[in-house]
């Protein structure tokens, strides 16, 4: 999981791609990375979101653009990398990860309501740790 402001001004360059708007720091909103976007099928969902022992649910405003980046509509920003939640300084408060650890920290995260948009009964869950991406269904990428 990484940091996002996604406040006017901060650092994800326009609004939010779900809804066309700025999102306070005190909401609990994430951008996840263009594969895990879906082209726009998560917008809106919910996704709970595990580190340290705690859960939070998180919703889906945008997208952390893997394929492009460093323009003025991604805040001159380099692509995300392709296995990246994007959180609200909120969702990190909510964690309670705190400190040297705020930035980049390895999480755990499934969709919220039971079933991905995708037609996966009870969603897959995916674990982070650095640049390796292990699914439910058995995958394992590394990136």
Not at 33 to 59: H, M, P, Q
Not at 83 to 108: F, K
Request: glycine residues 14%.
């Amino acid at each position: 999981m990484t940091l996002n402001n996604f406040t006017e001004g901060g650092e994800g360059g326009d609004p939010s791609e779900c809804d066309g708007e700025f999102h306070s720091n005190s909401e609990r909103v994430v951008a996840l990375s263009t594969g895990w976007y879906a082209e726009g099928k998560r917008c809106g969902d919910s996704i709970r979101i595990r580190a340290k022992g705690r859960s939070v649910l998180a919703k889906v405003v945008d997208e952390c653009d893997s394929l492009h980046g460093c323009d003025r509509e991604h805040g001159y920003q380099p692509p995300c990398r392709p296995n990246i939640v994007d959180a609200s300084q909120a969702v990190w408060d909510a964690l309670r990860i705190t400190g040297d650890d705020v930035g980049e920290y390895p999480i755990v995260w499934s969709h919220a309501s039971g079933a991905d948009p995708r037609g996966m009964p009870g969603g897959p869950r995916h674990t982070l740790w650095g640049s390796l991406v292990l699914l439910s269904n058995g995958l394992l990428f590394l990136i």
